[in-house]
Antibody, heavy 118, light 106 residues
């Protein structure tokens, strides 16, 4: 069965960077886009961007240009998102989600809580 | 970007009651998608292509709409349906989500 297993919670300092992972199993990793979605308490869901692991192509929400960098490792079926220059506004839960016919998401990781605090 | 406005923000329904959640788009969209999110869990795709139920979704759920107005309906509310529901439009970049409707059981 399809599974997306994300890395653990992160507590990071303002101004630093963090890299979170999403390991895929149960399907052909290189055949589906992997999307990343941000959820802040009370703020709903925001699409960050996607990566196509088959060729490394990416597309970002303009709002996250320069904030998020998406990569993928085909050998380990793992997608990564690096967030840089972190501020309190980046404190949120971040989900990876498999793209389903474009910009919908049929399988989700369990989410990673990132807390930015000094 | 297309803004999706859901209503109500929160509601409570009794078992057996009919529930309707609406989602209005700031511009016309071709399809609407709905996700169910339980507390401290990931969202689950619930309804796709406006009216198709995702695998495992009970048939008391339905989706409808077109253009700028869409809805999710539960024919007879059950306790297990208590969750937050989000609408999402796929087809104008960036994809956007509604702010969610928290549905509670009375």
């Amino acid at each position: 069965q399809v599974q997306l297993q994300q890395s653990g919670a992160e507590l990071v300092k303002p101004g630093s960077s963090v890299k979170i992972s999403c390991k895929a199993s149960g399907y052909t990793f290189t055949s589906y886009d992997m999307h990343w979605i941000k959820q802040q308490p009370g703020n709903g869901l925001e699409w960050i961007g996607w990566i196509y692991p088959g060729n490394g192509n990416t597309k970002y929400n303009q709002k996250f240009n320069g904030k998020a960098t998406l990569t993928a490792d085909k050998s380990s079926s793992t997608a990564y998102m690096q967030l840089s220059s972190l501020t309190s506004e980046d404190s949120a839960v971040y989900f990876c989600a498999r793209g389903y016919y474009g910009y919908t998401y049929d399988y989700w990781g369990q989410g990673v809580m990132v807390t930015v605090s000094s | 970007e297309i803004v999706l406005t859901q209503s109500p923000n929160t509601m409570a329904a009794s078992p057996g009651e009919k529930v309707t959640i609406t989602c209005r788009a700031s511009s016309s969209v071709s399809y609407m998608y709905w996700y169910q999110q339980m507390s401290d869990a990931s969202p689950k795709l619930w309804i796709y292509d406006t009216s198709k139920l995702a695998s495992g979704v009970p048939d008391r759920f339905s989706g409808s709409g077109s253009g700028t107005s869409y809805s999710l309906t539960i024919n007879t509310m059950e306790a297990e349906d208590a969750a937050t529901y989000y609408c999402q439009q796929c087809c104008s970049t960036p994809p956007t989500f509604g702010s969610g409707t928290k549905l509670e059981i009375k």
